[in-house]
């Protein structure tokens, strides 16, 4: 395994140097780094940037050895739904990120078949693994999310609307390290008023932080 993920991720690089792209965040393919060191379902957890080279990558070198000689037709049709699967997330991530606030029916409609065919190769990725006993492939929610961009798009065009508003309004990728704080904070205090007591320790978190920078550098509190 180790050998097959170190000549993956040279591949990797090599798509990268010849179409001008880079992956800033990920520096080897290893089991570690894919947190798959203890039989878990392994994920990369990259910037969303490398998200989107790696998609290129997958749908590149999955195409290219579909049209290599020798596979079975089991395999074959498991190289389809990864090029599908990298296909369609392309699709919609680009698509979302490629438009503007409000969505015209085309564009809904193209986002729509992206996000489907998303979708379905994740889902036929995974039954397969579950019937081979691999921990690839885990139904995290994230990908229930991902299905309900789905049938918001089938009601705007069930609806004939004539926009819709665009998912990447609500998209907080900028502020990930801010959220990653506040969640940390929400699973040391009780679930009960969590809203309200993570907005407390939050706040009370800020005044300690003003009160040192302002000792710091002999500064006085508005």
């Not at 780094?33 to 910037?47: L, S």
């Not at 080279?53 to 749908?59: D, E, F, H, P, Y």
């Not at 070198?61 to 395999?75: C, D, H, I, V």
Request: overall charge positive.
């Amino acid at each position: 395994m180790p050998t097959c993920l170190k000549r993956a991720f040279s591949n990797l690089k090599l798509y990268c140097m010849a179409n001008g792209l880079q992956v800033a965040g990920i520096r080897n393919f290893t089991v570690q780094n894919m947190h798959a060191a203890r039989n878990a379902f392994p994920w990369v957890g990259c910037k969303g940037s490398d998200t989107i080279v790696i998609l290129k990558w997958l749908s590149f070198y999955g195409s290219l050895q579909l049209q290599q000689e020798g596979w079975s037709p089991k395999n074959q049709q498991l190289l389809r739904w990864i090029v599908a699967g990298a296909k369609g997330g392309l699709s919609f991530g680009q698509g979302i990120h490629g438009h503007g606030i409000w969505l015209a029916p085309s564009c809904v409609s193209h986002l729509k078949r992206a996000v489907q065919k998303f979708g379905s190769a994740y889902a036929y990725l995974a039954h397969h693994c579950l019937k081979e006993n691999y921990s690839l492939f885990g139904q995290v929610p994230k990908l229930h999310a991902w299905m309900h961009y789905r049938e918001e798009c089938k009601d705007s065009l069930d609806q004939r609307r004539e926009y819709k508003l665009n998912p990447a309004v609500f998209d907080n990728s900028m502020s990930e390290d801010f959220i990653g704080k506040i969640s940390r904070q929400s699973r040391r205090i009780s679930a009960r008023n969590m809203e309200r007591n993570v907005l407390k320790a939050y706040k009370v978190k800020t005044k300690i932080t003003i009160q040192r920078f302002c000792k710091r550098y002999g500064m006085h509190k508005a």
